[in-house]
């Protein structure tokens, strides 16, 4: 089945500086959409970028299809952006995201 | 606007004992919904998912059942607890196919559940 690998593990960034995080995944990907999870466990969407590459905000992801990875890019950091970062893949059309086990971010001020 | 929540918000119960949680959209016609869960510290899985009433697909075995009794409701049950169950149970939707290039999904606030 399909495998998501985030890396890396966890980040500590002062304030300001910028996040890099990576997603690779085993199989072609249909859909895939980046999550923010907050330290109290609630998700929320943040990208949907199967290709290409996409900007919202300080987001910017960047999907390399034939490489089967997608990179996040957060600009100026903030204590906000302080949580877990999530990457799930659709390899299928299916309905039955598989998703990595995240990214921890803690910024500080 | 579209609103999802979940109820309740956090459970404690004993092993054994049965379990309901509910999930409810509005803002939103015939909605796919789907149910996540996350032990502390562990990867989301998905259990299952609804794309119209009374149909629901089984994804992963985790001795819990769900059923989709109206447009916008999705619930989670068991008969039985066991330890296992512990963990954060969300509740998600999408307009499209989520698999469809850019179709997006949407989670509720989530329920801690603990089991003793």
């Known amino acids: 089945g399909q495998q998501v690998q985030q890396s890396p593990a966890s980040l500590v960034l002062q304030e300001g500086e910028n996040a890099e995080l990576q997603c690779n995944f085993s199989?072609?990907?249909?859909?895939l959409q980046w999550f923010y999870q907050s330290p109290g466990g609630s998700l929320v969407s943040l990208l949907s970028?199967?290709?290409g590459t996409k900007h919202t905000g300080r987001l910017t992801s960047t999907t390399v299809t034939k490489e089967r990875r997608s990179s996040l890019h957060i600009s100026s950091s903030q204590t906000t952006d302080s949580g877990t970062y999530l990457c799930a893949i659709d390899s299928g059309g299916n309905y039955k995201p598989t998703f990595g086990k995240g990214t921890s971010l803690v910024v500080h001020p | 606007a579209q609103t999802i929540h979940q109820w309740p918000v956090a459970e404690i119960k004993a092993v054994g004992s049965p379990l309901s949680l509910g999930c409810t959209i509005k803002?939103?016609?015939?909605?796919?919904l789907y149910w996540y869960w996350q032990a502390t510290g562990g990867t989301l899985q998905q259990l299952f998912y609804?794309?119209?009433?009374?149909?629901v697909e089984s994804v992963v075995q985790l001795n819990l059942s769900a059923s989709r009794p109206k447009d916008d409701q999705f619930i989670l049950s068991t008969e039985k607890l066991l330890l296992s169950h512990s963990g954060f149970y969300l509740c998600?939707?999408?307009?499209?196919?989520?698999?469809?290039?850019?179709?997006?999904?949407?989670f509720g606030p989530g329920t801690r559940l603990t089991v003793l």
């Open positions: 803002g939103k016609s015939s909605p796919n």
């Open positions: 199989s072609t990907a249909t859909q």
């Open positions: 998600a939707w999408s307009l499209e196919v989520w698999g469809n290039n850019y179709a997006e999904q949407f």
């Open positions: 970028n199967p290709s």
């Open positions: 609804s794309i119209t009433v009374g149909q």
